[in-house]
């Protein structure tokens, strides 16, 4: 080779490497031409991680290789139609915008079974409550002659803690307390008045009778929040009973009671007043001791506490439907259209909800966030045991949507009976349980989720 062909051939190594560096360090920047826009541009970042992971990743219909968790760079800047599989789990999927320089985050995407409900127990089931952690449950079924209120443990045998007559009591109502070792079962009784019983599930003869201290009519019991005491409203006032022993002490001897709430050391009270203006009025009160002292002033309404926390007070008017919030620490309050409500487990969200929608609150600046409007009465909701997402419950199905509203939110069917009851999440086993029927068929069942 002479010397004239090795200039050549140097040169064109020279200008080959001019023209092809730009390229090079275009890409390795970042940077692609978007024939599209023609122009180059900075690429963009989707990143994907899914529960449970392992799940398939689909790129505007373009499959690829890497399975969650996972991240796709050198994405031009433009909206992706991001769709996730996995064998055996239900579809997700949402259109992403990918921006210039930056990561677009689809992460904490939640996959859930597409699986099938399974009956658990086989009977005509017409009240249920599950404990705080959704393992145990205590159900009333009607069995024809008699109903029967049964305890059961998770993985353990029923047992029962009473029978009644079919047509002793009405209304029943069954509730846990928050530490989830005792239930409180109310109902009204045919004497006119509302009969009271607490049970302890792992001692079913150890019942305890609170309603023969108030022979007075109807009777309002709730639980304080640490589960030692139950809060009685009676037509004498507010009582106070302990929990292990059914011991009553006397709060606040007045009538016009309408409900009572134990927080901590204070016991809240809603207490019909006659107002200033002549007209009937609503007093929250708290009660420390022996002293008393008014928080705030509500107008007249069908009052009623929900589960509250450390701070703040819930107050349904059932009348009105509406829900008012109370802080407790100033008596700042703030009033939602909605029927129900539920604490998220982790942090200071509000979940609510009325007939036809539902949203969350954050407690802390006020945000409010509309998840979903449907066409069907809620009958019930949950949060999520992930807390990225809302469970809800019509007559005849329990869907699951996500919180995230990014493009749209997606909204699973979990459930779809002739008829469904209450329900509750087992967190740590992932598993919904519910009351339903199919057909004929009315139960308690268990889906995967």
Not at 125 to 142: N, Q, R, Y
Not at 309 to 330: C, F, G, M, P, Q
Not at 359 to 370: A, H, K, M, Q, Y
Not at 421 to 441: E, M, Y
Request: hydrophobic fraction near 45%; charge should be negative; charged fraction near 25%.
């Amino acid at each position: 080779m002479n010397a004239r062909i090795r200039a050549a051939i140097t040169i064109l190594f020279v200008l080959a490497f001019f023209m092809t560096a730009p390229v090079v360090l275009m890409l390795t920047s970042g940077y692609r031409y978007n024939w599209k826009r023609q122009r180059i541009q900075k690429t963009g970042i989707i990143q994907v991680d899914t529960t449970p992971p392992g799940a398939q990743v689909f790129l505007d219909g373009t499959h690829q290789r890497k399975a969650t968790p996972a991240v796709f760079p050198r994405l031009l800047p433009e909206d992706y139609h991001v769709r996730i599989e996995k064998k055996e789990y239900l579809p997700w999927e949402k259109t992403l915008e990918v921006r210039s320089g930056e990561t677009t985050f689809a992460t904490g995407i939640v996959l859930y079974k597409d699986a099938v409900p399974r009956l658990v127990v086989d009977r005509d089931v017409v009240a249920a409550s599950w404990s705080p952690d959704g393992t145990d449950v205590i159900f009333l079924a009607d069995d024809g002659g008699w109903k029967e209120l049964v305890a059961v443990a998770d993985g353990m045998e029923p047992v029962l803690l009473a029978r009644f007559t079919r047509d002793a009591y009405a209304d029943p109502a069954i509730s846990w307390s928050p530490n989830g070792e005792m239930v409180l079962f109310s109902a009204a009784a045919t004497d006119g008045g509302t009969h009271v019983l607490r049970f302890r599930p792992d001692a079913p003869t150890a019942a305890l009778v609170l309603h023969e201290n108030f022979p007075k009519g109807a009777l309002v019991a709730r639980w304080s929040d640490d589960g030692s005491r139950v809060a009685i409203v009676s037509a004498d006032g507010v009582f106070s009973a302990d929990a292990g022993t059914g011991a009553v002490s006397p709060l606040l001897l007045v009538t016009g009671v309408k409900d009572a709430d134990m927080r901590g050391r204070s016991t809240y009270a809603l207490l019909t007043i006659r107002g200033d203006d002549g007209q009937d009025a609503v007093a929250l009160e708290r009660l420390n001791g022996g002293d008393e002292a008014r928080v705030l002033l509500l107008p007249a309404g069908d009052y009623r506490f929900l589960e509250g926390d450390e701070r703040y007070l819930l107050i349904s008017d059932d009348k009105k439907r509406r829900i008012t919030l109370v802080d407790a620490a100033n008596a700042a309050t703030q009033t939602y259209e909605a029927t129900g409500a539920a604490w998220e487990t982790k942090g200071r969200r509000l979940l609510l909800w009325n007939d036809f929608e539902i949203f969350t609150v954050n407690v802390s600046d006020g945000s409010r966030d509309l998840i979903t409007r449907i066409g069907a009465p809620i009958v019930g909701c949950a949060w999520s045991p992930s807390g990225e997402a809302v469970l809800f419950a019509t007559s005849n199905g329990i869907s699951i949507a996500e919180l995230d509203g990014r493009d749209h939110r997606n909204v699973f069917d979990l459930v779809r009976f002739t008829n469904v009851g209450p329900f509750a999440v087992d967190p740590a086993a992932n598993i919904l349980r519910f009351v339903g029927s199919v057909g004929n068929q009315r139960g308690m069942y268990e889906r995967e989720l």
